[in-house]
């Protein structure tokens, strides 16, 4: 049974257009998320988080929305750019443990930015 | 933030034989993560490795299979044992400096033959 899902393997987007990646999480206990970008034989890196009593957070060209009634949340980058091409993790923590507690990851989502 | 460093980056093993894939952090952290990516799947936890304590591991994941060492605040091992090529995966450390986002190795891609 899988608690974060993200449903599109891979989302293609022309640059400067935006990109919103979505995730969907199963587990009411979740209150902290977070997204990681991946390239090719590097490990995750941080990108940007948002706790449950938030409903969005803003960093730069990142912006993550939470919708708790759901259980959904997006990431939405803009402008696109070359450089955002890569692999993108949603992550979901419990009892406010941030990273602490060690994360679920959702299967990941293919950024392709088209020129 | 932490810089963390895992070695090898990445290895060709005989079935049966073990790998011991290290992780080194450059500060101090009380809590090291262990996690594996399988061809297709998502990074899934195996272990949760503290200093002076054994380890935690999560369903499906034995510390026969997997054992983790962790001598100080600042490194820590996964070994896979007697592999098979179900075990080839992509392996990450991760430190969580408290209240704060994990941050991962750069992995070791494992491909058992």
């Known amino acids: 049974d899988q608690q974060v899902k993200q449903n599109s393997p891979s989302l293609s987007v022309q640059e400067g257009r935006i990109s919103i990646l979505n995730c969907d999480y199963t587990?009411?206990?979740?209150?902290?998320f977070l997204w990681y970008k991946k390239y090719p034989a590097e490990g995750p890196t941080f990108l940007i988080s948002?706790?449950?009593?938030?409903d969005k957070n803003e960093d730069g060209r990142f912006t993550v929305f939470l919708n708790k009634s759901a259980k959904h949340l997006s990431l939405h980058i803009v402008p696109s750019q070359p450089g955002d091409s890569a692999v993108y993790f949603c992550?979901?923590?419990?009892?406010?443990?941030?990273?602490?507690?060690?994360?679920?990851f959702g299967k990941g989502t293919h950024l392709i930015i088209q020129p | 933030s932490a810089v963390i460093s895992q070695k090898p980056s990445r290895d060709i093993c005989q079935r049966g034989t073990s790998l011991t894939i290290q992780c080194q952090v450059d500060?101090?952290?009380?809590?090291m993560f262990w996690y594996r990516q399988q061809p297709g799947q998502s990074l899934t936890l195996i272990a949760t490795?503290?200093?002076?304590?054994?380890?935690?591991?999560e369903s499906g994941f034995v510390i026969d299979k997997f054992p983790i060492s962790r001598p100080n605040l600042t490194f820590s091992t996964l070994t896979v044992s007697n592999m098979s090529p179900e075990d080839s995966s992509i392996y990450l450390c991760?430190?969580?400096?408290?209240?704060?986002?994990?941050?991962f190795g750069q992995g070791t891609r494992l491909t058992v033959v």
């Open positions: 991760s430190v969580a400096t408290g209240w704060t986002e994990a941050f």
């Open positions: 587990n009411s206990m979740f209150d902290y």
């Open positions: 948002i706790s449950s009593i938030k």
């Open positions: 992550a979901a923590s419990a009892y406010s443990g941030g990273g602490a507690d060690g994360l679920t």
């Open positions: 500060s101090q952290v009380t809590m």
């Open positions: 490795a503290n200093q002076g304590s054994e380890a935690t591991y």
